[in-house]
C-alpha cells in the first residue's frame, strides 16, 4: 500500500521497522528470556518426575508462543522485493485461522485423559 503512494516512502518503511521492532520483537525476547530463566530453573530440580512435568508445561506454551510469533516475524521482516501476494495470503491463512485452531488441541493433548482417548483412537483406526 505505501509503493501505490507517489511519495517518498523512506521514512514510512522506516517507522514501519521500528514499530515492528517494538510490537513484534522486544515481546518475543522478553519471552524467551523469561524462557531460558525458567530453562535454568527446571534443569535444577533434582527430581526427574518434576523435571519432565515443568518441561512438559513449558514446551506446549513455548510451541503456542512460536506458532503466534514465527508467522508475524516472517511476514514483517522479509524483505519487500520478495514478498509474494501468495506468501502474504497464506501467512495471513496461518497467523488468523491455523494458530487459534491449534491452540486448544496443544493444551488438551496434555491431559492424561485426552492422551489416552486419543491413543485409543488411533490404535482402533490403525487396525482398519
Do not use: W
Request: hydrophobic share 50%.
Amino acid at each position: 500500500m505505501i509503493k501505490l503512494s507517489c511519495a517518498d516512502t523512506a521514512v514510512n518503511d522506516a517507522t514501519l521497522a521500528v514499530l515492528v521492532a517494538f510490537f513484534v520483537l522486544i515481546p518475543l525476547a522478553l519471552i524467551l528470556l523469561s524462557y531460558g530463566f525458567i530453562a535454568r530453573a527446571v534443569v535444577r530440580i533434582q527430581s526427574s518426575k518434576g523435571r519432565r512435568k515443568a518441561f512438559g508445561t513449558c514446551s506446549s506454551h513455548l510451541v503456542v508462543v512460536s506458532l503466534f510469533y514465527l508467522p508475524a516475524i516472517y511476514m514483517y521482516l522479509q524483505p519487500p522485493s520478495s514478498y509474494s501476494q501468495e506468501q502474504g495470503k497464506f501467512i495471513s491463512l496461518f497467523y488468523s485461522i491455523i494458530t487459534p485452531t491449534l491452540n486448544p488441541f496443544i493444551y488438551t493433548l496434555r491431559n492424561k485423559d485426552v492422551k489416552g482417548a486419543l491413543r485409543r483412537f488411533l490404535a482402533r483406526v490403525c487396525r482398519l
